[in-house]
């Protein structure tokens, strides 16, 4: 572990940056645009513009390596990226907000992008579990810090964005000054969304729903924190519970999918993520404990959902589809993130706050049900057939799928099946 860290020390870094400024800016977009007095339908916008601008950056960010190289496009992106903070505190207006927040994800996709595909580049079949778990709390522990900058000044002010620009150009260092060498342009890849629903259509569904649901909480439960009248450090516990409970509970629930029928595994989370939905309307407004203790079991449960789904769709695909399947499944999960801000937003704005959990406990309602309908028509495959769970992060990125299996032929698998490879895919229009 430590020599995975020391290996890759300069990328981690310009990571961690990243992700606690981007954290940082989602929340804080949100908590100003409703101090501003924009309305919860119009915030649901800029959630779902952040996501078609990832989605366009997704499959725009391969051209663009490899017509500049890495740092070029990085830094081109990262210079974008800080710009567009700062833009924010100089035109308070909704559209301008909008196209600030597509231009945002769209250079956030190709940082990401880059930044994971020199790991997968510079990592080897022996090392790559490791950098895929220290990924991943890379990924949880800087969210989680970008949040508690929150309450260090004031949402109106200027200092707020200004730290996000500040974090985002700060990002660009590390990755400058790196010795490693470039990695290899990325391929493009066609999408074959056609052959996900007829493969496997509780992966294919569970993506969307879970793009649904998670898209809408990250955007809104700000707007959300605030309508209970929480304070702006207590906004910021609130989204931080969530990410702890999912850093604990992703892991251990994936790995009880590897060992009973997935189906059945999902289908429970989910019907357990409906009822903590509900726990949250119901019992999270006594106080702010109970609050909180709702929202992390909430967290706990639905954001492993999107893994569960990519791995049960793996275990029903051929090997040579997991590069296709996994670009595949993640725009899928895109689109359910444009979706579901607006729905949600819509909801919250016209009937009640309370909506947020309202609309994110019908998805996972739906999910199960349907979960439970597919099981009834359709066989579970043999254990020794299921694929490995993976943790996934689509926060993180829309375009990456870190699969254990993916650069490995049937031959060159080990014999219990433990490989530990990864492969970055990137998505074009098809």
Not at 24 to 47: C, D, K, P, Y
Not at 132 to 143: D, Q
Not at 225 to 251: E, F, K, N, P
Request: charged share 10%.
């Amino acid at each position: 572990m430590i020599a995975a860290i020391g290996n890759f020390g300069a990328l981690f870094l310009s990571i961690g940056i990243l992700f606690a400024g981007n954290g940082l800016q989602n929340t804080l977009v949100a908590v100003r645009a409703n101090l501003e007095s924009f309305s919860t339908t119009m915030i649901g916008l800029l959630v779902a513009g952040y996501a078609v601008g990832f989605v366009l950056g997704c499959m725009a960010t391969p051209w663009m390596v490899k017509r500049a190289g890495h740092i070029r496009a990085f830094s081109v992106l990262t210079a974008m990226a800080s710009t567009a903070s700062i833009i924010h505190v100089l035109a308070i207006d909704s559209v301008v907000w909008w196209m600030l927040r597509s231009l945002t994800g769209f250079c956030f996709a190709g940082l990401y992008m880059v930044i994971e595909s020199w790991l997968n580049e510079q990592s080897t079949n022996e090392n790559r579990g490791r950098v895929l778990s220290i990924y991943a709390t890379i990924n949880h522990v800087s969210v989680v810090i970008g949040q508690f900058i929150l309450p260090l000044a004031d949402p109106l002010a200027f200092t707020l964005f200004g730290i996000v620009s500040v974090l985002i150009s700060l990002a660009l260092v590390p990755v400058a000054l790196t010795a490693k060498l470039q990695p290899a342009a990325p391929q493009s890849v066609r999408l074959r969304l056609g052959m996900l629903i007829r493969v496997s259509p509780l992966g294919f569904f569970g993506c969307f729903m879970s793009g649904m649901a998670t898209g809408a909480y990250w955007g809104l439960a700000p707007v959300y924190a605030q309508a209970r009248g929480l304070t702006v450090d207590q906004v910021a516990m609130m989204i931080s519970i969530a990410i702890i409970g999912a850093a604990i509970a992703q892991w251990p629930i994936g790995k009880l999918s590897d060992v009973l029928d997935r189906r059945v595994v999902l289908v429970t989370v989910t019907g357990l993520c409906t009822l903590s939905a509900g726990g949250v309307v119901y019992f999270g407004g006594s106080h702010l404990g109970m609050l909180l203790l709702t929202i992390f079991i909430y967290g706990a449960l639905s954001f492993p959902i999107y893994a569960l789904a990519v791995a049960h769709a793996n275990d029903h695909m051929d090997r040579g589809d997991f590069v296709t399947g996994s670009s595949g499944l993640l725009l899928t999960y895109g689109i359910g993130a444009v979706a579901g801000p607006i729905i949600a937003s819509t909801m919250m704005d016209h009937i009640h706050f309370q909506m947020l959990f309202g609309f994110t406990g019908t998805c996972y309602l739906i999910l199960m049900l349907f979960g439970i309908r597919r099981m009834s028509q359709r066989q579970s495959p043999p254990m020794v057939d299921q694929a490995p769970f993976v943790v996934a992060v689509p926060q993180a990125t829309l375009t990456t799928e870190l699969d254990p299996r993916s650069d490995e032929s049937p031959d060159d698998m080990p014999p219990d099946g433990d490989a530990t490879a990864a492969d970055v895919t990137e998505t074009a229009a098809p």
